[in-house]
C-alpha cells in the first residue's frame, strides 16, 4: 500500500526537537554533493526516478545539510474520484507524504482541484499537522477543474523559481485523468509524478496521456 511504503523510515523525534534532515540534490548553495549510505529513504525522489527494483535504486538522505525542499501537490477531488475507492487510496498517499514532508522539514505547496475553480490550501509553509485534518475532511465532489490548477500551479512556479533559485522543487499530481479535452499543455519546468488513481474494471486511461504532455513520471497507485 502507499500509505505503507511511504512511512517505512527509521524512528526519528518529530516537533520542536526534531533535527533537521539533510537533502537529495548535489548541487544547490547548501546541498551536499554525495548520497547518504545510511540516511532515511525519500520516496519521492525515489519514485520519480520509476519503481524501485533493487536497494541501489532507493534515494537516501544525506548526511549533510540539505537545501530547502518544496513539494507541490495538485489533488483531484472532482466527483469521478468517488467511484472504487480513488480518492480513499489517494488520501493514504497524501498522508504518509504530509507525515514524510514534516519529519524533513519540506515546504508544502498543495492545489485543490474540485468545484469550478481550484483554491491553494498550502503555499509554501514548512508541512505541519493540520495538514491531516483538511485530510481528514477531505471529500469527493464538484467539477474538475485540474488543467485550471495545472496552469495556475505552473505559473506560480515559475514565480518561485524566480524568488527562490536555490531550492529543490518537486510536483505530485494525484488525479484518475476523467477529461473529456484539455488544450495544449506545456511541460512542467520541475520534477514530476502523475499518480493515477482511476479504478474500475473500465477506465479511460487519461491520466497517462496527460502525465505524457506534461513530462511527468506515470504511475498507477496499485504500483506504489
Not at 544547490?28 to 524501485?52: C, F, H, K, N, V
Amino acid at each position: 500500500m502507499a500509505k505503507k511504503a511511504l512511512s517505512i523510515r527509521p524512528r526519528t523525534v518529530t516537533g520542536a526537537g526534531a533535527r533537521p534532515r539533510p537533502g537529495t540534490l548535489g548541487n544547490g548553495r547548501s546541498g551536499a554533493r554525495r548520497a547518504g549510505i545510511e540516511g532515511a529513504i525519500q520516496w519521492l525522489p525515489t519514485l520519480l526516478r520509476g519503481r524501485p527494483r533493487k536497494s541501489v535504486d532507493l534515494v537516501r538522505a544525506p548526511r549533510s545539510q540539505r537545501p530547502d525542499e518544496l513539494w507541490l501537490v495538485i489533488v483531484d477531488a472532482s466527483a469521478s474520484t468517488r467511484r472504487h475507492g480513488a480518492l480513499s487510496q489517494a488520501k493514504g498517499l497524501l498522508a504518509g507524504l504530509f507525515e514524510n514532508a514534516y519529519r524533513q522539514r519540506a515546504r508544502l505547496a498543495v492545489l485543490h482541484a474540485t468545484g469550478r475553480q481550484p483554491q491553494w490550501l498550502w503555499q509554501g509553509s514548512k508541512a505541519s499537522p493540520a495538514l491531516h485534518h483538511w485530510l481528514a475532511e477531505l471529500g469527493a465532489g464538484g467539477g474538475t477543474p485540474l488543467i485550471e490548477a495545472l496552469q495556475q500551479s505552473a505559473h506560480w512556479l515559475a514565480r518561485r523559481q524566480r524568488q527562490k533559485p536555490a531550492e529543490a522543487q518537486r510536483m505530485l499530481v494525484l488525479t484518475d485523468g476523467r477529461l473529456k479535452e484539455w488544450p495544449t499543455l506545456d511541460p512542467l519546468s520541475c520534477p514530476t509524478l502523475l499518480v493515477d488513481i482511476e479504478g474500475g474494471a473500465i477506465r479511460l486511461g487519461r491520466a497517462k496521456q496527460l502525465a505524457q504532455e506534461l513530462g511527468a513520471e506515470y504511475r498507477v497507485i496499485s504500483e506504489l
